[in-house]
């Protein structure tokens, strides 16, 4: 029997493969396909343009996300700090990584714990919606929730990533039941988010059917977590089980609009290989509310907390240079500027 890698040994194996191996989809996120309208004349001023937004009573100062990825370990402590210290200095939200570890082994819990150097900041708590199969239930959440007085809770949702992993968590069935019932009984707003492989507009009816308050469609075309499972087998039919989806999944862009025609005003957050503002202004003229990355932030936050700032400041003045030169002084604009490639 293969022997299962304690969780904080698969944290630290997931922060060293996601810095150091190629693990991309084999698809793009179709962010590719659409173009803004170049505005020779926009008649507004760089310095003076709104991108500020509120979203579940915090203020952001521009539609950015620093997605969910780690905690449980030492290294995962460190970029955490430096992540959320950078999202405090501007003004983003943040989400961390799934908790279970640190429900399972307390200790591990200041791993997760950022609300000491970010006590602003729209912070969400993680855990994986299947553990709701596996001996959790509403109090997990909430526990998850108060461990780092997060302001709402993401449900991550990875059946794949399940499906290839040595010993993964398989059994899916009446997930959705229990999803409702965390809905109703937690005292914040819940979350979906897949992991990297989009959401169906069927999928996206059972969530809001379900009462979340947001949908984080984590579409195909960044961070393939198949990949990742590909690296971390531990024989070669686990290896060239998960190699098999690397190009699975639905591309972010179409994700995005899923969820839109399936629920126009559910919340959605878009990731999955959104890599400077230029992305996140797309994803917001596709529909979504907030644009989420987590390979760009997690490699600058591996430097230095002042690295990640420069990336925080430089994904900000990208989304800025592309609402300045589309002709829109909001946000609420960029749907009109944007065109998709014949």
């Given at each position: 029997?293969?022997?299962?890698?304690p969780?904080?040994?698969?944290?630290a194996?997931?922060?060293?493969?996601?810095?150091e191996?190629?693990?991309?989809?084999?698809?793009?996120?179709?962010?590719?396909?659409?173009?803004?309208?170049?505005?020779?004349?926009?008649?507004?001023?760089?310095?003076?343009?709104?991108?500020?937004?509120?979203?579940?009573?915090?203020?952001?100062a521009?539609?950015?996300?620093?997605?969910?990825?780690?905690g449980?370990?030492?290294?995962?402590?460190?970029?955490?700090?430096?992540?959320?210290?950078?999202?405090?200095?501007?003004?983003?939200?943040?989400?961390?990584?799934?908790?279970?570890?640190?429900?399972?082994h307390?200790?591990?819990?200041?791993?997760?714990?950022?609300?000491?150097?970010?006590?602003?900041?729209?912070?969400?708590?993680?855990?994986?919606?299947?553990?709701?199969?596996y001996g959790?239930?509403?109090d997990?959440?909430?526990?998850a929730?108060?461990?780092?007085?997060?302001?709402?809770?993401?449900?991550?949702?990875?059946?794949?990533?399940?499906?290839?992993?040595d010993?993964?968590?398989?059994?899916?069935?009446?997930?959705?039941?229990?999803?409702?019932?965390v809905?109703?009984?937690?005292?914040?707003?819940?979350i979906?988010?897949?992991?990297?492989?989009?959401?169906?507009?069927?999928?996206?009816?059972?969530?809001?059917?379900?009462?979340?308050?947001?949908?984080?469609?984590?579409?195909?075309?960044?961070?393939?977590w198949?990949?990742?499972?590909?690296?971390?087998a531990?024989?070669?039919?686990?290896?060239?089980?998960?190699?098999?989806?690397?190009?699975?999944?639905?591309?972010?862009?179409?994700?995005?609009?899923?969820?839109?025609?399936?629920?126009?005003e559910?919340?959605?957050?878009?990731?999955?290989?959104?890599?400077?503002g230029?992305?996140?202004?797309?994803?917001?003229?596709?529909?979504?509310?907030?644009?989420?990355?987590?390979?760009?932030?997690?490699?600058?936050?591996?430097?230095?907390?002042e690295?990640?700032?420069?990336?925080?400041?430089?994904?900000?003045?990208?989304?800025?240079?592309?609402?300045?030169?589309?002709?829109?002084?909001?946000?609420?604009?960029?749907?009109?500027?944007?065109?998709?490639?014949?």
């Amino acid at each position: 029997m293969t022997k299962v890698a304690p969780i904080d040994q698969r944290k630290a194996d997931h922060i060293k493969i996601n810095l150091e191996q190629d693990v991309r989809s084999a698809l793009t996120t179709g962010l590719e396909n659409y173009y803004f309208i170049h505005e020779a004349l926009p008649e507004l001023d760089l310095n003076r343009l709104d991108t500020s937004l509120s979203l579940f009573g915090k203020t952001l100062a521009f539609p950015t996300l620093v997605s969910s990825m780690t905690g449980g370990t030492d290294e995962a402590e460190t970029i955490n700090l430096r992540l959320a210290e950078a999202a405090q200095e501007c003004g983003v939200a943040m989400g961390v990584g799934s908790q279970r570890a640190a429900i399972e082994h307390p200790e591990q819990a200041r791993t997760f714990q950022v609300r000491r150097v970010a006590p602003d900041i729209l912070l969400f708590a993680n855990l994986g919606a299947v553990q709701l199969n596996y001996g959790y239930g509403v109090d997990q959440c909430r526990r998850a929730v108060e461990m780092i007085q997060a302001d709402a809770l993401y449900l991550h949702i990875n059946p794949l990533q399940e499906a290839v992993q040595d010993a993964g968590d398989t059994n899916w069935v009446g997930i959705a039941k229990k999803i409702e019932e965390v809905c109703k009984k937690l005292e914040v707003p819940v979350i979906a988010k897949e992991v990297g492989w989009g959401f169906a507009e069927k999928t996206a009816k059972v969530l809001a059917d379900c009462g979340v308050q947001a949908i984080d469609v984590a579409g195909a075309g960044g961070t393939s977590w198949s990949q990742v499972e590909m690296h971390r087998a531990p024989d070669e039919f686990t290896r060239k089980l998960a190699a098999t989806f690397v190009g699975w999944g639905i591309p972010t862009a179409e994700a995005i609009q899923n969820v839109k025609r399936a629920i126009p005003e559910m919340t959605i957050f878009a990731s999955g290989g959104l890599k400077d503002g230029l992305d996140i202004a797309k994803c917001i003229a596709l529909g979504a509310t907030l644009g989420g990355m987590a390979g760009e932030f997690l490699k600058a936050a591996a430097i230095s907390t002042e690295r990640a700032v420069e990336m925080m400041k430089l994904t900000k003045r990208q989304i800025e240079v592309t609402m300045f030169t589309s002709g829109a002084d909001r946000l609420q604009e960029l749907p009109e500027k944007i065109i998709k490639k014949e």
